[in-house]
């Protein structure tokens, strides 16, 4: 962190704006104006931080760098920051691979955040002094019989009608690619702008950009509500978010709060009525490989075998040749019971080395179960929102990893006062909460 922002802090706590609110204040330069203070600001406490991030996965302390980096005081909730979906991921960069019939919107918000991936990770780098493992690799995906290239054409077709860089090849053109592809293999296609990156590297790297900034903090306990400031007469509707009430009993208090706790999100809004989020858990299992020098594996493969994704995504290897692969995943309407199961794992090694018959002989080193913040539309909810002081970044289910970098962005703009880039404006971070109630009549009628 640059000492030319540490040295910056804020005179009051920074709001975004809520929707309808002016924007304008907050500035990245540090100096909020009167307007930007909370209606309860002459009660604030004197520690209340500017911005409170409540969740510490990708998503959380993405929102909490970029508030660093803006010359805010940011403080993380997370008991455990790093356990979640965030554990898990295989760090797949892949809006093209990922595109879905009937998800447009979330196409063009991941394409959006995979151009941006090259200039988040170099700004990341040089804030941690951390490698983030970004390879700009490419995806070869194989379909395994018949049926399944004939899914693999509609999906390419899909592609090509959004407009998207995709094409088949022929097998011995992925196999030029890729000489482990295994023998049962019915077509392939090519999509060169799919690549990846390692989503444990990134957390590592966002962690330690955190800790070169001595106004932030990273405080292990979980928020138990969030809390809001006494109106007129009550904390209630209307009432602005001014911090989170820990499970120790401790206040923390801020001028925004970020929610960002992944599939716990959407229940944490229970005391706003206001905002609905809902995000509900989809189990996925991702598992670790150890690859010797032979496995020459290099780009990212996906695959589908007899109608099942699957997917496997090598890393840069180590000094001593070594790679890690990571073969994922399942995808299992499932609370949070981080359960490996046997079924699981036999799943995706079966699928996986039928494309690749090589991972036989690799070492089995972790099964990562967790939980995915998903959503009733796939969408995420990202963006400010009726109730001053509390920004939604949450329900990013199968792409947090990919989208952190426009996430980010997000964040930069609502400090800023600036417009959201256009592709998360695109999507509402209220389109499931209540219609807000009509203004009273200010006609003395
Ligand atoms: C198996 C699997 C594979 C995946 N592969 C990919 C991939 O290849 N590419 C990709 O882009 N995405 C992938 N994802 C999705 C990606 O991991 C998620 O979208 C992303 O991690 C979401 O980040 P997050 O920070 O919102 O949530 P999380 O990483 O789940 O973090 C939420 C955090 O909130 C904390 N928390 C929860 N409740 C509270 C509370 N009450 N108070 C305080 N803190 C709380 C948790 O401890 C946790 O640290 C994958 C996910 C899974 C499960």
Redesign the pocket.
């Known amino acids: 962190m640059s000492a030319a922002l540490s040295t910056d802090r804020p005179a009051a706590p920074a709001r975004p704006p809520g929707r309808g609110e002016s924007p304008g204040h907050a500035a990245p330069s540090g100096r909020a104006s009167e307007r930007s203070r909370p209606a309860s600001a002459d009660d604030e406490p004197e520690d209340a931080t500017d911005v409170l991030v409540?969740?510490?996965?990708?998503?959380?302390?993405?929102a909490a760098w970029r508030a660093s980096r803006a010359g805010l005081r940011v403080t993380v909730?997370?008991?455990?920051?790093?356990?979640?979906?965030?554990?898990?991921?295989?760090?797949?960069?892949?809006p093209v691979t990922?595109a879905d019939f009937g998800e447009e919107a979330a196409l063009r918000l991941g394409a959006d955040s995979a151009a941006r991936w090259p200039a988040f990770a170099a700004e990341l780098e040089a804030d941690s002094g951390l490698d983030v493992g970004l390879r700009a690799t490419g995806t070869l995906t194989l379909a395994y019989d018949g049926d399944d290239l004939t899914l693999g054409r509609r999906v390419r077709a899909l592609q090509e009608e959004w407009g998207l860089d995709s094409t088949e090849i022929s097998v011995a053109a992925a196999r030029e690619r890729e000489p482990l592809v295994g023998q049962r293999v019915a077509g392939a296609f090519w999509a060169p702008g799919d690549h990846?990156v390692d989503?444990r590297a990134v957390h590592r790297a966002l962690t330690s950009a955190l800790a070169r900034d001595p106004r932030a903090a990273v405080v292990r306990?979980?928020?138990?509500r969030l809390l809001r400031a006494a109106g007129p007469s009550a904390p209630g509707p209307g009432s602005p978010v001014t911090g989170?009430l820990?499970?120790a009993g401790v206040e923390h208090r801020a001028g925004t709060v970020v929610l960002?706790?992944?599939?716990?999100?959407g229940?944490?809004l229970a005391g706003v009525p206001e905002v609905r989020a809902p995000t509900r858990p989809?189990?996925?299992?991702?598992l670790r490989l150890d690859a010797p020098p032979w496995f020459t594996l290099d780009h990212v493969v996906r695959g589908i075998v007899q109608g099942r994704p699957v997917?496997v995504?090598p890393r840069t290897p180590g000094p001593d040749g070594h790679r890690e692969v990571?073969v994922?995943?399942?995808?299992e309407e499932h609370p949070d019971d981080r359960r490996a199961t046997a079924g699981g794992v036999f799943a995706l090694l079966r699928d996986a080395r039928a494309l690749l018959p090589g991972l036989d002989e690799l070492a089995l080193v972790e099964v990562?179960?967790?939980?995915?913040?998903g959503t009733p539309d796939n969408l995420p909810f990202l963006g400010p929102t009726t109730v001053p002081g509390l920004v939604l970044?949450?329900?990013?289910?199968?792409?947090?990893?990919?989208?952190?970098p426009v996430t980010g962005a997000a964040v930069d703009a609502l400090l800023a006062g600036a417009p959201l880039p256009p592709t998360v404006a695109a999507i509402d971070p209220m389109r499931f909460s209540p219609a807000p109630a009509p203004a009273p009549s200010s006609s003395s009628r």
């Open positions: 409540v969740g510490g996965g990708v998503i959380g302390l993405t909730l997370d008991p455990s920051p790093g356990d979640g979906a965030t554990h898990a991921a295989a760090g797949m960069l892949a990922e990846q989503p306990r979980r928020a138990g989170a820990d499970d960002a706790a992944g599939a716990d999100s229940s944490l989809v189990k996925g299992q991702t997917y995504v990571v994922g995943a399942t995808s990562t179960p967790r939980v995915r913040p970044a949450t329900g990013h289910y199968r792409n947090g990893v990919l989208l952190a």
